[in-house]
């Protein structure tokens, strides 16, 4: 029994819009299966390949804007790929996000709805990730974290340190998920989550139980009934399935 990392989900007042600019910032196709709810996919993806970590947004009404937990690192293969990338970014309607700070290589932005991510310089360990580097989930205790998310998760933890961790697919493909300490976290709801799925064949109610075990915990978020569950893992970080 495994997860799946799929996605990475964010609120958007506008999903159309949001998912667009996702669209021509990773080259990826943009899809609206029903009202309201956008997805962002690689061509060719399907929910069981190692490799295909998409984004889908889903409309809300008034989503807040705070510093999230999770955000997205995108790749580049030279200096001139990131200045470029920026650059183009930029002309889609992203917005400087570092508050004037040039002290750091990578490039911090901000998509049409005040979403942060970033650009970073080239990286030999993320030379073959596609065009999303890495899904960064800040927490306070990496060496905690890394092994809830190795179990649950089953991926390979590639370095693990009291600043970060490094987990990727067993496979050696897709993104990497990194875990990065950062003090004084807030325990409120965020706009920015991941969303995981059984592997095939497995049940998600005996999934959920094993998640809990490992530190997870149910999520009351006074909403209707749906078909996945919204969990919280031990850093209460949120993710469904």
């Given at each position: 029994m495994a997860l799946q990392l799929v996605q990475v989900n964010f609120k958007a007042r506008d999903d159309s819009a949001v998912g667009r600019f996702w669209g021509e910032a990773l080259g990826w196709g943009v899809s609206s299966a029903e009202p309201g709810a956008t997805s962002v996919k690689p061509a060719g993806f399907t929910?069981?390949?190692?490799?295909g970590i998409c984004v889908d947004v889903i409309?809300?009404?008034?989503?807040?804007?705070?510093?999230?937990?999770?955000?997205?690192e995108l790749a580049t293969n030279s200096s001139a790929h990131q200045a470029e990338l920026v650059a183009r970014l930029k002309e889609l309607g992203a917005t400087p996000a570092d508050a004037g700070r040039d002290d750091h290589p990578w490039t911090?932005?901000?998509?049409?709805?005040?979403?942060v991510f970033c650009v970073l310089e080239p990286r030999e360990v993320y030379r073959?990730?596609?065009?999303?580097?890495?899904?960064?989930?800040?927490c306070a205790d990496p060496r905690a974290m890394a092994r809830f998310w190795e179990e649950a998760m089953d991926w390979t933890?590639?370095?693990?340190?009291?600043?970060?961790?490094?987990?990727?697919?067993?496979k050696g493909v897709g993104p990497y998920l990194e875990l990065?300490?950062?003090?004084?976290?807030?325990?409120?709801?965020?706009?920015?989550h991941l969303d995981v799925v059984p592997s095939l064949g497995d049940d998600?109610?005996?999934?959920?139980?094993?998640?809990?075990?490992l530190g997870a915990r149910l999520a009351d978020v006074g909403r209707g009934d749906f078909p996945w569950k919204i969990l919280t893992d031990p850093n209460t970080a949120n993710y469904q399935f």
């Open positions: 929910w069981s390949d190692p490799a409309a809300v009404p008034d989503p807040e804007t705070v510093k999230d937990r999770v955000h997205i911090a932005l901000a998509d049409p709805e005040g979403n073959d990730t596609g065009p999303i580097a890495a899904v960064v989930v800040d933890l590639h370095e693990v340190t009291a600043d970060r961790a490094l987990l990727r697919s067993a990065l300490r950062t003090p004084h976290l807030k325990d409120v709801w965020h706009r920015v998600q109610a005996a999934e959920v139980a094993r998640l809990e075990t």
